[in-house]
Nanobody, 118 residues
Framework: QVQLVESGGGLVQPGGSLRLSCAAS??????????MNWYRQAPGKERELVAA???????NYADSVKGRFTVSRDTARGTVYLQMNSLKPEDTAVYYC??????????WGQGTQVTVSS
């Protein structure tokens, strides 16, 4: 069964950077047809869309992260990335990779913890 796997989370000081990665286990993401999203969920809060990249490569960001986060794709590796710069304590959350795939439907990763603290 295909699964999404996130990596790259961890503890970082305010103002620091992290890069999250997401790939499909045992399969390649095909970005010409697979739309990719990054969500996050902080304790006691609703899951929110942070960044998205559609199958045609257009991107969208939540206002709270615009200018600080960048979503990108590596076609050869079948991997999507979320580069997070100038991190703030309010960015602390579990970050989830999501794919809207015509092959597999809507799939979610298990999440990776990002903690921004001094």
């Amino acid at each position: 069964q295909v699964q999404l796997v996130e990596s790259g989370g961890g503890l970082v000081q305010p103002g620091g950077s992290l890069r999250l990665s997401c790939a499909a286990s045992g399969r390649r993401l095909i970005f010409s047809i697979d739309a990719m999203n990054w969500y996050r969920q902080a304790p006691g809060k609703e899951r929110e869309l942070v960044a998205a990249i559609t199958s045609d490569g257009s991107t969208n960001y939540a206002d709270s992260v615009k200018g600080r986060f960048t979503v990108s794709r590596d076609t050869a590796r079948g991997t999507v990335y979320l580069q997070m710069n100038s991190l703030k304590p309010e960015d602390t959350a579990v970050y989830y990779c999501n794919v809207e795939s015509p092959r597999w439907g809507n799939l979610w990763g298990q999440g990776t913890q990002v903690t921004v603290s001094s």
